[in-house]
């Protein structure tokens, strides 16, 4: 049976992550690829990181830490942060990222994702859509949320979903670092209308918001930050508890490698 | 030597990546002289069915990989490196699979989500391939990325399957062919294995 994921996101800022990760006994707490492994061990289905540097060289230091990501983890992971030409995808796919998240530049250009499906595929893609309540309508945010669009989320999804993306990740703006738990209505609202995974983010607080956002919004997959980095929760309790609800989740605990590989 | 089959399809380079992991030398190329005197032949993909097959053809390394399987080079496919095994797929109707396996590929139906992204629990049909190592220690999640999936005339050749609101194949094997709808070279643990498991293997995995 096809599982539901657990996906931390570590922030990157030049190569190094930022907002403190609490694992015990890791002495580099900035290494994106010590802390990598150690989601990893703990039962992370996928890992996101996302770029938040603002520099312009940004693009050459995310390349770097993809290709050494890439080089030792083994599971899916996706890029983001200002990803917003066919050539800074290509690049990404170049350095062995599995995935781009691509927010705003999709918005502002809906052709991009047309495009970069047809020569990336439609694997490679996730949309991260930030969006706001405004009286009875779901609205598309843009940087971050700060500026607020008139374009509609539930058809603009859709079209998006048309137009070959392979999965959207959607941030209620008005759930996102409440830590109350995630926007379940408009998970819902999306549910019903768009037929490609959907990934829940923004809102996290404890393992009950992660098993409501699946059972009750219909999320396929979950992505939270601040709850594993400050150790609030663990990926394994999140997974027990989402198990004990009758999800269907990958065990976190997997066979040591055969012998003969490198450690 | 190891020759992973470089036809400009997705990201490849993630299987070298996985290979090198756990100590096999394994090299990208399109070169027909190397492919057809390796070792060992990997076939991964991603990408579009009819797209593939018309960039396999324009290479000749359509009929490369056929010679090679059928001389009985240990070969792995790996998702699009999959289906393009089989005869025919409706993601590209009308144009020719490779016909190594009798059988065609279908889309995912609806209310079922596409594409499938994520782990699934795989379980053996055929005992005797390289992925048995695997599951009987117990690891037997692995991350799939599809569309749509192969249905064999041969049910014989189909080593595993998974459910996605029904069952659908998830290995097939015949003879030194052994291909994966999912991804060992992203499944973590269990992937890393099942490429040790079938660098291990001898010809008749």
């Known amino acids: 049976m096809l599982t539901r994921r657990i996906i931390p996101c570590l922030d990157v800022k030049a190569g190094r992550v930022v907002k403190g990760v609490q694992f015990q006994g890791l002495r580099d707490a900035g290494d994106p690829v010590a802390l990598a492994r150690r989601y990893d061990e703990e039962g992370a289905d996928e890992l996101t990181f996302l770029d938040i540097t603002a520099s312009s060289d940004k693009r050459k230091t995310l390349a770097e830490l993809v290709e050494r990501v890439s080089k030792e983890l083994f599971i899916p992971f996706t890029v983001g942060g200002g990803i917003r030409t066919l050539d800074d995808m290509h690049a990404m796919l170049d350095a062995g990222a599995d995935k781009v998240s691509i927010g705003t530049a999709a918005v502002r250009d809906p052709t991009l994702i047309s495009r970069a499906s047809a020569r990336f595929g439609a694997q490679f893609l996730v949309i991260s859509l930030d969006i706001k309540r405004v009286g009875d309508r779901w609205l598309l945010t843009t940087h971050g949320g700060r500026t607020l669009t008139d374009v509609d989320a539930l058809d603009f999804a859709v079209r998006m979903a048309e137009s070959g993306a392979g999965e959207l990740l959607l941030n209620d703006m008005a759930a996102d670092g409440t830590q109350d738990g995630f926007g379940i209505e408009l998970l819902q609202a999306m549910s019903s209308r768009v037929h490609i995974p959907l990934i829940a983010s923004g809102g996290a607080g404890t393992c009950q918001h992660f098993v409501d956002a699946v059972s009750q919004g219909g999320a396929d997959a979950v992505l939270a930050a601040s709850v594993f980095h400050f150790g609030t929760l663990s990926i394994s309790q999140v997974k027990s508890a989402m198990a004990s609800a009758g999800i269907p989740i990958r065990p976190t605990h997997t066979t040591p490698l055969a012998s003969g590989a490198p450690a | ?205």
């Open chain 2, 1 to 205: 030597m190891i020759a992973i089959v470089d036809y400009g399809a997705g990201n490849v380079r993630s299987v070298q990546k996985a290979l090198a992991f756990v100590g096999a030398d394994a090299r990208l190329t399109s070169d027909p002289a190397e492919i057809l005197s390796a070792s060992r032949v990997v076939f991964p993909g991603q990408g579009h069915f009819g797209q593939s097959m018309g960039q396999l053809r324009q290479t000749g390394l359509d009929q490369v990989l056929i010679d090679v399987a059928q001389r009985g080079t240990p070969f792995l496919g790996i998702c699009l490196g999959l289906q393009l095994l089989f005869e025919a797929s409706d993601e590209a109707p009308g144009v020719a699979g490779l016909g190594l396996l009798k059988g065609h590929c279908e889309r995912f139906a609806h209310p079922r989500k596409t594409p499938q992204i994520g782990w699934n629990q795989v379980q053996v049909q055929t005992p005797g391939s390289c992925i048995d190592p695997v599951l009987s220690a117990g690891d037997d999640h692995f991350y799939f990325v599809h569309t749509f999936h192969a249905v064999a005339a041969d049910p014989s050749q189909v080593a595993a399957t998974a459910d996605y609101d029904g069952p659908f194949t998830a290995a097939v094997r015949q003879g030194a062919l052994f291909a994966a709808q999912f991804h060992p070279e992203k499944s973590g643990h269990a992937g890393l294995n099942l490429l040790q498991s079938w660098l291990r293997e001898d010809a008749s995995c």
